[in-house]
């Protein structure tokens, strides 16, 4: 009867440690993308402004206050004022960080899109969706792939998944 038992306990073994590692790969991009957004330097603001805004009336998050900014590679898909070139599909690379404020002056929570279509937890267009509060803490895991967020910025006008054209004109 022991023998019986022991290929249970191994393969009982095995899908604990499968699992948990699938967990630390979840956690440790999330971290990451924390780690890339809380950096501003180098980043270009929408509008090339960084001013706090209302959020709009098409916002899906709880927070009443946001500004976004783009990293380097996806600043090249701005016009010249700081806009969203109609059309656009970034290229790998691309962080794009929504802040979050919790009220004018806290900053509450990141939406980070970073375009890295190798990455496990991309989305089919390649993007890894990272909802990462202030206190480093995890909202939403990059292994969701965006599904929680993916209808919203599937709405019309949207540019790779981008809104900020249409509710910031």
Known sequence: MLQNIKPFIIISVVLFLFSCSKDK??????RQLFDMSENTSGFTWFNNSNAILAKSSGSGHPQPF?????????????????RIIEGTTFPEGSLIVKELYDDETTLGRYAIL?????????????WVWGYV??????SVEASTKGSSCISCHSQSQNIDYMLMNKFYP
Do not use: H, W
């Open 25 to 30: 790969i979840a956690k440790e991009i999330d």
């Open 66 to 82: 946001l500004r976004t900014r783009f990293n380097n590679i996806a600043a090249e898909y701005l016009d010249e004022n700081g």
């Open 114 to 126: 970073y375009k890295d279509s190798d990455n496990e937890d991309a989305d089919p267009k390649g």
């Open 133 to 138: 509060n202030a206190d480093r803490s995890v």
